[in-house]
């Protein structure tokens, strides 16, 4: 998606949010800079950080769980900025390890059988 194709009508999109650093390519920019993500979803994802970013900049990054991954910074506000993805990508690789199919193994046991009360003794 190039940065004419980009509308707001675009952000509509489900978020997840999390927390993890990234370091940004930024065309303009010596250094890359480190940012924090706080949501992605398929077609982009806000950061906020220390660095301000100039608006329309293509960037580079490596996502984790994703791969490299290219675009432009669509939004910026103080602190935070929005990026736009040149492709979609699956967010919830970004996570982890998804679970595998079938049954989830069971991670408590019963210490006591609750279900049967013993019977009140009186001290007869």
């Given at each position: 998606?190039?940065?004419?194709?980009?509308?707001?009508?675009?952000?509509?999109?489900?978020?997840?949010?999390?927390?993890?650093?990234?370091?940004?390519?930024?065309?303009?920019?010596?250094?890359?800079?480190?940012?924090?993500?706080?949501?992605?979803?398929?077609?982009?994802?806000?950061?906020d950080?220390?660095?301000?970013?100039?608006?329309?900049?293509?960037?580079?990054?490596?996502?984790?769980?994703?791969?490299?991954?290219?675009?432009?910074?669509?939004?910026?506000?103080?602190?935070?900025?929005?990026?736009?993805?040149?492709?979609?990508?699956?967010?919830?690789?970004?996570?982890?390890?998804?679970a595998?199919?079938?049954?989830?193994?069971?991670?408590?046991?019963?210490?006591?059988?609750?279900?049967?009360?013993?019977?009140?003794?009186?001290?007869?």
């Open positions: 998606m190039t940065d004419e194709e980009f509308t707001l009508g675009d952000r509509k999109a489900a978020r997840d949010s999390l927390l993890f650093k990234v370091e940004l390519t930024v065309e303009g920019l010596r250094k890359p800079v480190t940012m924090r993500v706080r949501n992605l979803s398929p077609r982009g994802m806000m950061i950080g220390d660095a301000t970013l100039p608006e329309r900049a293509r960037v580079a990054t490596d996502l984790r769980g994703v791969g490299e991954v290219e675009g432009f910074v669509a939004w910026t506000q103080p602190g935070r900025a929005g990026i736009a993805f040149d492709i979609e990508i699956d967010p919830h690789a970004a996570r982890g390890i998804a595998p199919p079938g049954p989830r193994p069971q991670i408590y046991k019963r210490i006591h059988d609750y279900s049967r009360r013993p019977g009140l003794r009186t001290g007869q």
